[in-house]
T-cell receptor, first 115, second 115 residues
């Protein structure tokens, strides 16, 4: 069965520094997609970045980049130059093509950015 | 932002009463999903739809039913609400499972409390 593991329940980072949020996944599929979502205290789920299993380049979106290491089955999110507004829960997810493309989520990492 | 609305946004109901949550989209996306979010579990799929009148169960479907009579609306019904169904419910939409339209966009969520 597919599984997403986020081992960091909570993290702190100083404003303007970079931070890496860990995500490992388990799947026997060759084709899969990996996502990161941000959930601020207001509750909405905000899509950040996507990485396909066949993508040769690591995905980047502004200050977000995904460090994709296929052999290690890891898809870590890197946030550069942290801002106070980055304080939120962050979820890693994987798409399951066997069930209507549902997303399988990790338990999340709560990031706190210190001024 | 993707056009997804959920109603109601907050609801308190009593054990044993029926409850219907509505998800409405203006994006004409084919796939629609209902997830629930509980502490320690991330988001888990309840039901999903891959077209009008085409639905299937997710991993936590017991006690829930869904209907989709129009592309834009996906209803989640709790036939007889229980306290274990107290949760935050998210609707999500996706255009397709192939090509570049992999992202799932989430609605704002519905906070349901069953007393």
């Amino acid at each position: 069965a597919q599984k997403i593991t986020q081992t960091q329940p909570g993290m702190f980072v100083q404003e303007k520094e970079a931070v890496t949020l860990d995500c490992t996944y388990d799947t026997s599929d060759q084709s899969y997609g990996l996502f990161w979502y941000k959930q601020p205290s207001s509750g909405e789920m905000i899509f950040l970045i996507y990485q396909g299993s066949y993508d040769e380049q690591n995905a980047t979106e502004g200050r977000y980049s995904l460090n994709f290491q296929k052999a290690r089955k890891s898809a870590n999110l890197v946030i550069s130059a942290s801002q106070l507004g980055d304080s939120a829960m962050y979820f890693c997810a994987m798409r399951d093509y066997n069930q209507g493309g549902k997303l399988i989520f990790g338990q999340g990492t709560e990031l706190s950015v210190k001024p | 932002d993707a056009g997804i609305t959920q109603s109601p946004r907050h609801k308190v109901t009593e054990t044993g009463t029926p409850v219907t949550l509505r998800c409405h989209q203006t994006e004409n996306h084919r796939y629609m999903y209902w997830y629930r979010q509980d502490p320690g579990h991330g988001l888990r799929l309840i039901h999903y739809s891959y077209g009008v009148k085409d639905t299937d169960k997710g991993e936590v479907s017991d006690g829930y039913s869904v209907s989709r009579s129009k592309t834009e609306d996906f209803l989640l019904t709790l036939e007889s609400a229980t306290s274990s169904q107290t949760s935050v419910y998210f609707c999500a939409i996706s255009e397709s499972l192939a090509g570049v339209s992999y992202e799932q966009y989430f609605g704002p969520g519905t906070r349901l409390t069953v007393t």
